[in-house]
């Protein structure tokens, strides 16, 4: 397992690399562009290049981008459409040039009208950005469930993948505080378990390829997507030394999102301790077996 946390790209990809580096990631997630703009941010390719040296022999392993909230794929909004699709194609067309694992996105919200209706919406827009884009993945989030968002179920995130035709570079981030605030009790290494098999045998084996570990402040169920640093939220040291030590999610980068304990940005406190809680999952892992 990688892990590690979002990191602010303010002053540039080499600039964010040494966050990473200083906070002791072994994976790092990054905004593409400003998370509240449209307009695109672009990198230099000085910049670029020596982020890329820096991954290839640092104890970074893995980016990902995160694709920014005003895109909706559900949209019937000529406009909307229009920016979402223009945002994710740049967003994807940079995680290939800078070699990010991929490009996490949330689906899209319905507005009201019933998701099995939006999704081939959803579908369409997302072909579309995998067409005008060569290499890397794009990972669909599941959601926290607020509102008519979309890819709160794991039936939801199936069916999209199969909308898209199945391709390989259709795949899933799995975040453990939208799963918890959707009504997925994931409290115990036994509990998520059973969780795992079910989403394995909905999206398939190899479809899960990043991992955000956020705790919840909002309790099972609520809908509401309210991170809180590891170990200190309704999922509690328990269920996030679970999370971290799933075997099913080993080789897999994880971040955490933030808010940190020292205040908004994940700090290197909360790698530490994510570090730790992994190793404590391990353990009472260990012990499990040998009863
Ligand atoms: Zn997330
Ligand atoms: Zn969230």
Known sequence: ????????????????????VERGCEAIQIWGQSPRQWRPGR???????AFRDRMADGPIKSVVIHAIYLINCASTDRDIRRKSAGSLVHA??????IGADGVVVHPGSA???????????????????????????????NTAGAGDTIGRSFEELAQLIKLCGRRKRVRVCLDSCHLLASGFDIRTADKLAAVVDRLLELVGDRRVS???????????GSNRDRHA???????????CAAFLSEPRFEDLPV?????????????K???????????NGLRARRRRARK
């Open 111 to 141: 507005k009201g009208e019933p998701n099995d209706e939006a999704l081939p919406r959803v579908a369409e827009l997302l072909k579309h950005a995998l067409d005008e884009s060569d290499r890397c993945p794009l990972l669909l989030e």
């Open 92 to 97: 994807l067309r940079t995680g290939e040039a």
């Open 255 to 267: 971040v955490f999102e933030g808010p940190g304990v020292e205040g908004k940005a994940p700090a």
């Open 210 to 220: 990043c991992l955000h570990l956020n705790d919840s402040q909002t309790a099972l």
């Open 43 to 49: 990198w230099r390719p000085d910049d670029i290049a």
């Open 269 to 279: 406190a909360d790698v530490d301790r994510m570090k730790q809680l992994r190793r």
């Open 1 to 20: 397992m990688l892990i590690g946390a979002h990191v602010s790209t303010a002053g540039g990809l080499v600039e964010a690399h040494r966050r990473g």
């Open 229 to 239: 640093p590891p170990g200190d939220g309704e999922l509690g040291p328990r269920g």
